[in-house]
């Protein structure tokens, strides 16, 4: 196990270093010059060279790569070309309403797919299983941003529960306003992402049914729905630990979208402004920390599901 999580650790090191690259060298080959930006149109280019040097803009490719992973060592993401601000301090104001709503938006999609996917399973060919069944895939076929905009209409314009857009200025000093303002995003991510959840739920509940361990306990007595929740059920949650690392990164993907549409000032809205403005240090420092955390939530996976499945630690 010790030898495992070592070789897991040095994957996800040399996982981040391969993303650093290629997130470094793909924004230097976006078309544009940001110090023709920052200078303005009618700038000379005696000030527009200015700031490439002040900037450090015109030092070689691998120089600036590396000035940009020692600050990254030292917990510093760099400054705000266009603000001058430090982009860790606007990155840890914009998680705090990015991971509030990641949270809630995962914990929404446990909720009703691991039920429903195994509820599903066990109503196979039944009316009620084939219900839910087609419902799930017709919400897995959904775009995020319309299941948002039916939410709105519906829970904002004609019933008013929830407000449609906007976070409190004062942001979590008053949570009752702040868990409003995230609770319709959370459930248009969770839902549209817990329906992908759900029918592998579905399917994994159903390979449980015909293995031989559920058919011996159900052959010494058990019914069939017995044998399945108290030996089947655990390996489906084998199962459903190793999705949960692509639902993570399915709840990140929605917030960038789902940030935009309902107008929260959290780190997705933040990364496409700055893509729009071509702040490179800000949008380098929001992609590397995306990057890592999906690849950190993957390699807690991957720790989590060989210290609870005797098997796999067997194999090694």
């Known amino acids: 196990m010790i030898r495992y999580t070592l070789t897991r650790t040095a994957l996800l090191l040399l996982g981040l ?29 005696q000030q527009i060279e200015a700031i490439r040097e002040r900037l450090g803009l015109n030092q070689p490719l691998p120089v600036q790569y590396l000035e940009w992973m020692g600050g990254v060592f030292r917990g510093d993401l760099g400054t705000s070309l266009l603000t001058g601000s430090s982009v860790s301090s606007e990155l840890a104001e914009k998680a705090q309403v990015t991971v509030p709503l990641g949270i809630m938006s995962l914990t929404i999609a446990l909720l009703f797919s691991l039920p429903l996917g195994v509820i599903s399973a066990m109503g196979r060919g039944r009316g009620s299983g084939t219900a839910l069944s087609v419902g799930a895939q017709a919400l897995a076929a959904v775009p995020v941003v319309w299941a948002g905009m039916m939410f709105v209409v519906v829970f904002s314009v004609w019933l008013g529960w929830l407000p449609a857009q906007g976070f409190p200025r004062v942001g979590w000093n008053d949570p009752a306003a702040a868990l409003r303002s995230l609770l319709l995003p959370a459930l248009t991510i969770g ?20 293995q031989d361990y559920v058919r011996t306990a159900a052959a010494k007595g058990l019914t069939r729905n017995a044998a399945l929740i108290r030996h089947g059920l655990p390996n489906v949650g084998l199962s459903v630990i190793t999705v949960l690392g692509l639902q993570v990164a399915g709840i990140i993907v929605g917030a960038v979208v789902i940030e935009q549409l309902f107008s929260l000032p959290g780190i997705g809205r933040m990364l496409v402004a700055d893509v729009s403005a071509r702040d490179l240090p800000k949008v380098q420092g929001e992609l590397l920390v995306l990057t890592g955390f999906v690849l950190v939530i993957g390699f807690v996976v991957d720790i989590v599901h060989r210290v609870i499945d005797p098997r796999q630690r067997e194999a090694t």
């Open 191 to 210: 839902i549209v992402e817990g329906a992908m959840l759900m029918r592998f739920v579905r399917s994994a509940t159903m390979q449980a049914v015909g």
């Open 17 to 45: 270093l391969v993303a650093s690259v290629l997130i470094f060298l793909t924004l230097r080959v976006l078309p544009g010059d940001i110090a023709q930006l920052i200078a303005g149109t009618n700038s000379t280019p």
